[in-house]
């Protein structure tokens, strides 16, 4: 069955800890997305690529940093700029940016230790 | 602006009695619109689209959803609610950017 692979399932974080979230799809799809979820907040918009090597900040990309060398994958770094980095990410894809909908994978729970 | 709206941050149900979950949507023009679940620790799972077609647009589990332009609105509604059906709902709207904008999601509470 094609879909989005996120793992791990859950991560946890040192302070000052860079720390990477993969995610992969097998739908062939040219569009990717990056979103963070906290409680009563929604989803907020990390970053977005609509083609391998190509992506675009999106509403919340400050101490965060993405990759697209590849189609299937988007990997979402962490980084220790990132002051409040405990909550649920979700990656998702579509056929390309203006044919939606999204497709999402299950997320990683990220913690601070 | 470009924004959508979930009139309710919970709703609850008795089990077997209908649901309705409220969204409006601000737009110059007919957006494409989106219905989503999402159950605990898990990601949105799709349950129905509107784009520019049908204006009752029907979903898998039995939920279905109307577009009215004259209201900018796109409730989602069910005959009938089942305790599964307890989760996060998230109404979405497409934007001339090609990003898709969320509301902020609606608890459904379904009691036995």
């Known amino acids: 069955d094609g879909g989005i692979t996120q793992s791990p399932k859950y991560l946890f974080r040192k302070e000052g800890q860079n720390v990477t979230l993969s995610c992969e799809q097998n739908?062939?799809?040219?569009?990717m997305y990056w979103y963070r979820q906290d409680p009563g907040q929604g989803l907020r918009l990390i970053y977005y690529s609509q083609i391998v090597n190509d992506f675009q900040k999106g509403d919340i990309a400050e101490g965060y940093s993405v990759s697209r060398e590849k189609k299937e994958s988007f990997p979402l770094t962490v980084t220790s700029a990132q002051k409040n980095p405990t909550a649920f990410y979700l990656c998702?894809?579509?056929?390309?940016?203006?044919?939606?909908?999204?497709?999402f994978g299950d997320g990683t729970r990220l913690s601070i230790l | 602006a470009q924004s959508v709206t979930q009139l309710d941050s919970h709703v609850s149900v008795s089990e077997g009695t209908p649901v309705l979950l409220r969204c409006n949507y601000s737009s110059s023009y007919s957006p494409s619109l989106f219905w989503y679940v999402q159950h605990p620790n898990k990601g949105l799972q799709l349950l129905l689209k509107y784009t520019s077609a049908a204006t009752l647009v029907k979903g898998i589990n039995g939920f279905e959803a109307e577009f009215k332009k004259s209201e900018t609105s796109f409730h989602l509604t069910k005959p009938s609610a089942h305790m599964s059906d307890a989760a996060e709902y998230f109404c979405a709207r497409s934007s001339n950017t090609g990003k898709l904008i969320f509301g902020q999601g609606t608890t459904l509470q379904v009691k036995p």
């Open positions: 739908l062939n799809h040219d569009a």
């Open positions: 998702a894809s579509s056929i390309d940016r203006f044919n939606q909908p999204q497709h």
